[in-house]
């Protein structure tokens, strides 16, 4: 058995996780169908209440004048970016060089869309106002991820954004929000969804990120954008008969955890503190802007391994079930935090042994070097 | 209220009808929920014991290697002809001109895939031998859909399936199944799955239809074939965090009427046979191959339809929702059925009671013409 698994089968036996709000599992989705009717009439290929009422609500929400639900967010923005090349008859779009559509989606939008990318920024920062103003080739569409996810979930300032936002307007440039993670941003930047949206021509937000939903994406915009976005869903065989069982959880779990995401900003950033504190530990960034950071370890993956497996054993509480090499270099390791339900269920008391194991343990191996 | 809202309105009030399992409701999901653990884990993007488990169950079911689960048929196929059209370096498929990639996918093949069709046979029939001996473009895919569904379900004969084959085979056409209704047609030709699929390269099979899940599809191939079109699943955005909810529907209703499609068959039989026995009504195909045909009157909808709504109200029996003036010419029309658990609920006296009124009404209206 190889020391990754060893990982996993420790956490899998933690009675607490830092991380998420609950286990991905049919309980999730049986939750979400209990309180409804069974009555209740499916969708049907993008029509009827189910969806319409959901989609509306949503279009409130995001103060954009429609909305359409889609199966997934690769599916939602590939078209939304396909809509803003034809309309613009330019066959490119800019983005950060860690976007989702360039490292997570098999190269979909080229090969569907032969649409090509503009990398604006490096893989260290989020693209600021700087980048947009010194991009010297034509574009159809800005994509902004917010927060950058890849690394560790960082944000630009919110005048960037509104300076980006009226640039891109003046210059004929659309631009569209990866809202994957919107949600969990809005505290930091204590806007409302629809005054950050209000920057942006279409919108794609994630239901199982932050929500916790089964899966599913809502993609936002003009009604003029929204319907032709409906006729390339069917394209890419996203028009399902039924699309119920993501919309049902979608707007149950929208419901439980929206009004969260303060709390779970406010405990980041305390858990990223309890992290910074550990010798040879930090996160990134070093005080989170929402529910998510990374935490990055000075040593190799295999080291840093034993050592929380010694801590989930001994303390009951799981940090992750996966570390994976830094991007920089073989020689430091990180992992991915996203903060939900679960972390407020930690007792305090056990959750400080905890960081005080790990910095001993870090300090020691140091040492021993 | 439109003409075609008070048919809708009607049949939503009938105790019985003719097509169909059961109501697209919620209760659909809870029910295949039910008897599941909820600690059961979700897949996850494609793995998971979940859905590994039921691919390669219904990859024994077809007797393919390797079988791969989708939202969606449309997404499915697309990608089975782009896969063969990549392999060939030829960017030509062949199907029939009412083929679901040729008009119920807004162009997807084309606008997605730079696909080009080639058109076999004609709209009143479907596809044999000779057309394919004929065929004077180079394609890389021919496609198949058995039944073909948009003339009311028609088969050629097996030994045709046989030759085309066999034809294909010898000039490296790929040949692929458009198995939508794929159980729905074995008992016609007394195969299993497997002896039917052998004919064929790649085949595409529903859960939706006769099986009545929630959404969702097989596409089965070769190892190679599979492990393609998941890269493709992927850039299409079909690759979603969880196909839990169509995988465990699937399953369910496979478990609970695939072995029911004889029967099926057998009332289609029986139920046309009413149909024609009818003054100015007629089935396509008059005998049906399958559990499904359409109904052709040789009235226009306006119509017919206060005749349908006098017999659901006067016998509790819904013979359909809607009517589609016929293809031909305006002054006929048509619906589809497709028979599933609901027809075996009809009481046999009220059924030969709403067959009478529809031949004595029909009767009478020509008289009076």
Redesign the interface.
Known sequence: MSEKNLLLEAFGQTAYQLSGNR????????DA?DP???????D?YGTGKLIEEFQQKMAAFLGKESAVF???????Q?IALRIWCDEAGIKKVAYHPLSHLEIH????LK???QIESVLLADTNRTIVLDDVLGMKEQVACLLLELPQREIGGVLPPYEDLEAISAHCRKQGIKLHLDGARLLEILPYYQKTAAELCSLFDSVYMSF?KGIGG??GAILAGSEAFTKVSK??K?????????????I?SADYYFEQRAHKMEQYYTDAVELAGYFNGCHAVETKPQVPVSNMFHVHFAWPKEQVEPVLIQISQQTGIGFTHYLRPARESDSSCYYEISIGDLYANIPQDQLRAAFQMLDNAMRAGSEGK
Chains 1, 2 share one sequence.
């Open positions: 286990k991905r599992n049919l309980q999730v989705l049986k169908l409804l009717d069974g009555n209740l009439a499916s049907q889609f199966p997934s967010g690769t599916m939602a590939q989606e098999e190269n979909g090969e569907l869309h199982y089964v899966a006729v390339w069917r394209r890419h065989g996203g028009d399902l008969i039924s699309l119920y069982p993501y049902v």
